[in-house]
């Protein structure tokens, strides 16, 4: 029933299996985790300026597409227009999803945090291409991401939308990643697992390994 590939309204398919969320790093770190069999990757900066961003997402984006996978743009749909991205991941608190997709296009991806159901459905009908949900587990790549929910929030989330992926973020290693597929989700999100790893190349097959399918 769970399946890690969706398709895009322009027909390209997308998997959300396992989709790394990086900031400004050493390339040579992103390029060894997507090798690794990373299906994602979205850039996520809060620190530098506009401009590095637009310098560094551009660079991010050529190595996303040599390994053919979408690179998204986390908050930053400006950014994304300008390095003419596959989309971008917004938070509760970011441009409005509905704005968002009227500059978009139909034809990118967005992406939507949520913690709970009614916040779920709503960026399902508004037309998110994804819910990213957690944190899942506790977290330090994320100071206020708040309490961890729990694989039953994931799963009670996870039901009350049924037509685009569920993607868990938080926490996420090879010894759990597997229990986010179970509980619903269709793909996990990773920071620290592969990039704080002396292997990322490793780190993600390990996980990618234990997401079962495909
Ligand atoms: N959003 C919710 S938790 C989180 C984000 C960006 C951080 C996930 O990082 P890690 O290291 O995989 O727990
Ligand atoms: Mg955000």
Not at 122 to 142: D, M, N, W
Request: charge should be neutral.
């Amino acid at each position: 029933k769970v399946r890690a590939l969706y398709t895009q309204s322009n027909s390209s398919c997308v998997d959300y299996s396992l989709y790394l969320v990086a900031g400004a790093v050493d390339t040579r770190m992103i390029e060894a985790a997507l090798r690794g069999g990373v299906t994602l990757l979205q850039y996520r900066d809060k620190q530098n300026t506009t401009r590095d961003m637009i310098r560094i997402g551009t660079e991010l984006f050529k190595i996303a597409r040599r390994f053919q996978i979408p690179f998204l743009l986390n908050d930053r749909v400006d950014v994304a227009l300008a390095v003419d991205a596959d989309g971008v991941h917004i938070g509760q608190d970011d441009m409005p999803l509905g704005i968002a997709r009227k500059l978009l296009g139909k034809d990118k991806i967005i992406g939507v945090s949520v913690g709970n159901e009614e916040e779920a459905r709503l960026a399902e009908q508004q037309g998110a291409s994804y819910i990213g949900v957690g944190p899942i587990f506790a977290t330090s790549s994320k100071p206020d991401a708040g309490n961890p929910i729990g694989l039953e929030a994931l799963k009670s989330i996870a039901s009350a939308v049924s037509t685009i992926p569920i993607v868990a973020i938080g926490g996420i290693n090879e010894h759990n990643a597997s229990q986010c597929i179970a509980n619903g989700a269709n793909g996990v999100a990773v920071i620290s697992a592969i990039l704080s790893s002396n292997d990322p190349e490793k780190a993600a097959r390990n996980i990618r390994q234990r997401i079962p399918f495909l």
